[in-house]
């Protein structure tokens, strides 16, 4: 997924920050051009990847790196 893979760039290098909170959906969704469900699903990925956890209410923070899992 194109917008996962942008997000974790910006993770990677720095323009998100450890802890950081991430934009919130329709922020996403207006600049990349897409449904608040493909947001949603780029999220899903992130997570996957041991990038960020959401916390319901709250919006979806940076795992700082010594923090994440490997990915298996």
Not at 46 to 59: P, S, W, Y
């Given at each position: 997924?194109?917008?996962?893979?942008?997000?974790?760039?910006?993770?990677?290098?720095?323009?998100?920050?450890?802890?950081?909170r991430l934009p919130g959906e329709l922020e996403f969704a207006a600049e990349f051009g897409?449904?608040?469900?493909?947001?949603?699903?780029?999220?899903?990925?992130?997570?996957?990847?041991?990038?960020?956890?959401?916390?319901?209410?709250?919006?979806?923070?940076?795992?700082?790196?010594?923090?994440?899992?490997?990915?298996?």
């Amino acid at each position: 997924m194109q917008a996962a893979d942008v997000i974790a760039g910006r993770i990677s290098d720095g323009t998100y920050a450890p802890d950081a909170r991430l934009p919130g959906e329709l922020e996403f969704a207006a600049e990349f051009g897409c449904s608040r469900e493909s947001v949603r699903e780029a999220i899903r990925v992130l997570r996957e990847r041991g990038l960020v956890e959401t916390v319901k209410g709250k919006g979806s923070f940076v795992i700082p790196p010594e923090e994440r899992m490997p990915n298996p």
